[in-house]
């Protein structure tokens, strides 16, 4: 039971710490600064979480380089994630609406785009590697309760992006689960969600007029 929540506590403070920072208000000027601040709180308690996990030996090296493995498998898996989320994330980014997210993160200068990219890379490997690459490795849940807590917590932590994106994160979560379950390795989900990151908030499109 302590295993389950240290390795919970993490990422419910992470999520409740997004959730402050969405219901701030904003405007155009200030979301990316609050974004960026959002994923670097993020790296700082997953970051945690992580070490808590290593003292305590609820983690070790044969965990982490399961989790980071590589063969034939995952890059297939990587590639097929990349290729969607690409697809679904320029879909996106090209029908955002005035005031989405997706719309609001066009305004990057060129010091915010290259800061913000880094600090999204560095977060969602630690996402990914503690959220998937740890919780579906467990022995203890059955296979079909861990795709239940990996979607329903991915769906969960969108609620504060409204509606639409906490439904869409449901069949996405799936995607993502699924593959980091068939191959052993968080490496598609990270390759998926950054590739689905970089096409909603990275490329820059001109705004469809609303």
């Known amino acids: ?7 919970a506590l993490p990422l419910v403070i992470n999520s409740l710490a997004g959730y402050w920072i969405h219901t701030r208000p904003m405007s155009d000027a ?14 700082l308690i997953l970051s945690v979480g992580i070490a808590v996990l290593a003292i305590a030996e609820i983690i070790n ?21 990349i290729v969607v ?24 200068d060129r010091v915010d785009f290259g800061k913000n990219l880094l600090v999204w890379i560095v ?11 740890l919780l579906m490795q467990s022995e203890d849940i059955p296979v079909k309760w ?10 969960l932590v969108h609620i504060p992006h409204g509606k639409a994106e906490t439904i869409a994160a449901i069949p996405y979560g799936i995607l993502l689960a699924v593959s980091v379950w068939q191959c052993g390795s968080m490496w598609p989900a990270f390759l998926g969600h950054m590739s689905l990151v970089i096409t909603t908030q990275f490329i820059r499109l001109t705004p469809k007029k609303i």
Do not use: C
């Open 61 to 81: 090296l044969s965990a982490v380089a399961d989790a980071l493995r590589w063969n034939m498998e995952v890059g297939l898996w990587s590639l097929a994630l």
């Open 85 to 108: 989320s690409a697809a679904a994330g320029s879909y996106i980014h090209v029908h955002a609406k005035p005031g989405s997210t997706a719309w609001q993160l066009r305004q990057f």
């Open 1 to 7: 039971m302590l295993q389950w929540i240290l390795i």
């Open 123 to 133: 977060y969602l490997l630690l996402y990914e590697f503690y959220f998937r690459g």
């Open 30 to 43: 200030t979301v990316v600064r609050l974004r960026h601040w959002e994923r670097l709180s993020g790296i």
């Open 146 to 155: 861990l795709m239940v807590l990996n979607v329903g917590y991915y769906a």
